[in-house]
């Protein structure tokens, strides 16, 4: 009797270790429904949830990124403050998914948001180290290279009005 309920338990620990790892892609894409719903606080929740499951989760850090950013955006065009902590961090899950990718093209893709999140909360030094880091990995890609150009363009602006 004692071996059956062992066997049981072992059973049963593999049967919730597997669906711990289902769940975490579930969670995922029920976030990308709510993402592509533009309810980027549900999508956020969801991510964030898939990331519990499993934090070195290089899609879910991404995504939770992305839908910080958007929830940035209205927020920084009504100046208020909150938006400047969405895109640190969204900055900060950019990072954690530049550790986390595999690829180069997916670390690329993270250097590129990272830029991006640093960009619009001022961090113009930041924001170009980022993109280069990016255009290393994928030196073809153009929206990097326009955002390169962006950030550098707005940093001699920003060099020249301290010289004046």
Not at 9 to 21: A, D, E, K, M, N
Not at 85 to 92: G, R
Not at 144 to 155: D, F, G, V, W, Y
């Amino acid at each position: 009797m004692n071996k059956i309920i062992i066997i049981l338990v072992g059973f049963l620990c593999f049967i919730c270790i597997s669906l711990s790892s289902q769940n975490k892609v579930e969670l995922l894409n029920k976030g990308n429904e709510f993402y592509q719903s533009e309810d980027y606080n549900r999508a956020e929740y969801f991510y964030k949830q898939a990331l519990k499951k499993d934090m070195s989760y290089y899609k879910g850090n991404l995504n939770t990124g992305h839908s910080l950013f958007k929830q940035a955006i209205p927020l920084i065009q009504n100046q208020d403050s909150l938006g400047l902590k969405k895109l640190n961090d969204a900055e900060q899950f950019y990072k954690n998914s530049i550790n986390l990718s595999k690829n180069k093209n997916d670390k690329s893709e993270s250097y590129y948001n990272t830029g991006n999140a640093q960009l619009l909360s001022g961090k113009i030094e930041e924001s170009i180290e980022s993109y280069k880091e990016s255009l290393r990995l994928s030196p073809e890609d153009m929206q990097t290279k326009h955002n390169l150009a962006l950030a550098q363009s707005l940093l001699q602006q920003q060099q020249q009005q301290q010289q004046q």
